[in-house]
């Protein structure tokens, strides 16, 4: 389907890490471990993923990178060259994973030219991989009908404990499609949870990381983001946790459908 490559299960979000605190921000996750990063258009943090990788010293291929097609880019005349702006201020001639940020709200660009388009840039060497975001399941639907079943390596959704997603996730198992889930701490919110916190002392590790691990035990990518060293280095020890199924059960039980990010422009959600 997508060869080999795979996205690593722990990454970096950026949204925020702006100017040179960002790119010092991004700097410290390199050195404690991460590799995986993930920007966007929108974000204003291309440049300072591009400049972390620079400092940090590693070789290109040390890194795996995604970033996204804004919504308002995704017009034939806008698409290419926007991702070749992408590659030049991160910095590289190929991203890991291009994404398309947002589907065109009640399709002012029509799904066909974008989805094509994100298609093409693949082809053309501009990404290795590609993908969506915030797609419910009408639109992974489209896709498949469009691209074929494999076409794109993940759907990046808003999803954590307070929200799951069970018929989105449902969906994606069927058909082994990765789901990366963004704000997988519900924007620091989950990192007090009582349930969390007593798993976490158990396992010798943060509530966060038990959020964390949760997700990823469940096939999920993560995308995590601070600009705490300490918080960076919490995360970063959900690779280590391994929930028991008394764990994952209680943790199953925090789902409360609680979602952060419902702008206008969003599909109609799913869960």
């Known amino acids: 389907m997508n060869g080999q490559l795979r996205i690593p299960p722990m990454g970096l979000g950026t949204y925020g890490r702006t100017g040179e605190e960002g790119a010092e921000a991004i700097l410290a996750a390199l050195e404690i471990g991460y590799r995986h990063l993930d920007t966007a258009q929108t974000y204003d943090t291309e440049r300072q993923v591009g400049e972390a990788m620079r400092r940090s010293g590693l070789p290109r291929e040390d890194f795996f990178v995604t970033t996204k097609v804004a919504d308002f880019r995704l017009a034939r005349r806008d698409f290419m060259p926007s991702v070749e702006r992408s590659l030049d201020e991160i910095g590289v001639d190929q991203v890991d994973l291009l994404l398309v940020h947002w589907p065109s709200h009640q399709d002012q660009v029509p799904f066909e030219d974008y989805m094509l388009a994100l298609a093409a840039a693949k082809e053309m060497g501009l990404a290795r991989l590609i993908g969506v975001s915030n797609f419910p399941i009408a639109l992974l639907e489209r896709t498949r009908a469009l691209l074929g079943e494999g076409a794109i390596a993940t759907n990046q959704v808003e999803i954590h404990a307070y929200l799951q997603a069970p018929k989105l996730t449902g969906w994606a198992r069927e058909h082994g499609l990765t789901l990366t889930a963004y704000q997988p701490l519900a924007k620091g919110e989950l990192r007090d949870d009582p349930i969390l916190t007593r798993i976490g002392e158990k396992h010798s590790v943060t509530g966060s990381a038990v959020a964390l691990a949760f997700l990823m035990q469940q096939g999920h ?51």
């Open 221 to 271: 990518v993560v995308i995590p983001a601070s600009s705490s060293e300490q918080h960076l280095r919490d995360n970063f020890a959900a690779r280590g946790c391994t929930l028991d199924e008394a764990d994952m059960r209680d943790i199953r039980s925090l789902d409360r459908g609680y979602r952060r990010i419902n702008p206008a422009k969003a599909p109609r959600w799913d869960d």
